[in-house]
C-alpha cells in the first residue's frame, strides 16, 4: 500500500483538485484505492456525494479499527473508496495532542488498510498543524500542489527547510505547478527561475482550466466528465508521472 498526501501549507492551491482525480485515476486503473479526507471543508467528500454518518466524528476516526471500517463510504466509482470528512475535523490537531506518539497516530490508523487496498490518498487541509506532521509520518509521497508566484515559493521553501530541520525525509517532497496560467509574466518566470534552482519538481504541471472548477456543478471528478480537458489530460500525464516514483502496488481489491 502506497499512502500519497495532496498537502500544501497554503490553501487554495489545487490540492483537492489534484487529490479528486489522482484517487480516480488510481482506481479506474485497476488498484484499489481510498481517498482519506481530512479536510474539516469536507471538500473531497462533497465532489464524490458522500454524506458522513451523522454519528461519525473525528473521535472516531481516531479510534481506528471498527470505527474506521463503519465510516468507509464507496463512491459511484469501483474501487474507490472514501472516508469522509466533516466539521468536527476541525478538532484533529487537540484531539492528536492527547495520544502518545501524537505524530505517529495516522500511519497507525493506516496501517490496517494494508492488503485491502493499493492506494490510499491523503487530502489534507491547509496549514502546518500537527495533523499535517502526522502526514508527513504517514505519506510516501507528498504531493504540494504550487501556484507558480513569489509567495508559494517562499512558502514552499519554508516546508523544504521544516523537512530539513526536523529530520523528516525531503525525497517524499514532490511539488509541481498547479493553476498554472502562461500568459501572465509572473507565472512564466517563477516557473524559469524555479527550474534553475535545486528544488525537484515534477515535470508536468497542471493548467489553470475553468472545466476544473464545474467539479462543484457535476460533484464528480473532472476526468470523468470531461476527460479531454486540458487539465484532465495534464492530471493524466501527472499520474503517470507520479507512478514512476511510487511503483503501483497489487491488492486483493476492496
Ligand atoms: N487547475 C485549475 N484550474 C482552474 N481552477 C482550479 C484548478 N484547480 C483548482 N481550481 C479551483 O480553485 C479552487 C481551489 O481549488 P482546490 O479546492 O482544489 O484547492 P485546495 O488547495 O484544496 O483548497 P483548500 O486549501 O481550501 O483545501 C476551487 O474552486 C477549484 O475548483
Ligand atoms: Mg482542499
Not at 143 to 165: A, C, G, N
Not at 214 to 225: D, I, T, V
Request: glycine share 6%; net charge positive; proline share 6%.
Amino acid at each position: 500500500m502506497k499512502t500519497i498526501a495532496l498537502y500544501s501549507i497554503k490553501g487554495g492551491v489545487g490540492k483537492t483538485a489534484a487529490c479528486v482525480n489522482l484517487a480516480y485515476l488510481a482506481a479506474i486503473g485497476g488498484v484499489a484505492t481510498l481517498l482519506c479526507d481530512l479536510d474539516p471543508q469536507g471538500s473531497s467528500t462533497f465532489y464524490f456525494r458522500i454524506q458522513p454518518k451523522p454519528k461519525y466524528s473525528s473521535r472516531k476516526f481516531l479510534k481506528g479499527g471498527k470505527w474506521l471500517d463503519k465510516a468507509i463510504r464507496g463512491t459511484d466509482f469501483q474501487g474507490l473508496d472514501l472516508l469522509p470528512a466533516d466539521l468536527s475535523y476541525r478538532n484533529l490537531d487537540i484531539q492528536l495532542n492527547g495520544f502518545t506518539k501524537s505524530r505517529q497516530r495516522l500511519r497507525r490508523l493506516l496501517e490496517s488498510f494494508k492488503g485491502r487496498y493499493g492506494y490510499v490518498f491523503l487530502d489534507c487541509p491547509p496549514n502546518i498543524t500537527l495533523v499535517s506532521e502526522n502526514v508527513f509520518e504517514a505519506a510516501d509521497a507528498i504531493l504540494v500542489p504550487l501556484i507558480p508566484t513569489t509567495l508559494s515559493m517562499l512558502t514552499y521553501t519554508k516546508l523544504y527547510r521544516f523537512f530539513e530541520d526536523t529530520g523528516l525525509d525531503r525525497r517524499k517532497l514532490h511539488p509541481f505547478f498547479s493553476m498554472v496560467e502562461p500568459r501572465k509574466l509572473m507565472h512564466r518566470q517563477t516557473i524559469q527561475e524555479t527550474i534553475a534552482t535545486k528544488i525537484h519538481l515534477m515535470n508536468t504541471y497542471i493548467p489553470y482550466n475553468a472545466d476544473v472548477e464545474k467539479m462543484g456543478f457535476f460533484r464528480q471528478p473532472l476526468m470523468h466528465y470531461r476527460p479531454a480537458a486540458m487539465a484532465a489530460l495534464a492530471f493524466a500525464k501527472l499520474w503517470k508521472e507520479i507512478k514512476t516514483h511510487i511503483p503501483e502496488e497489487k491488492t486483493n481489491g476492496s
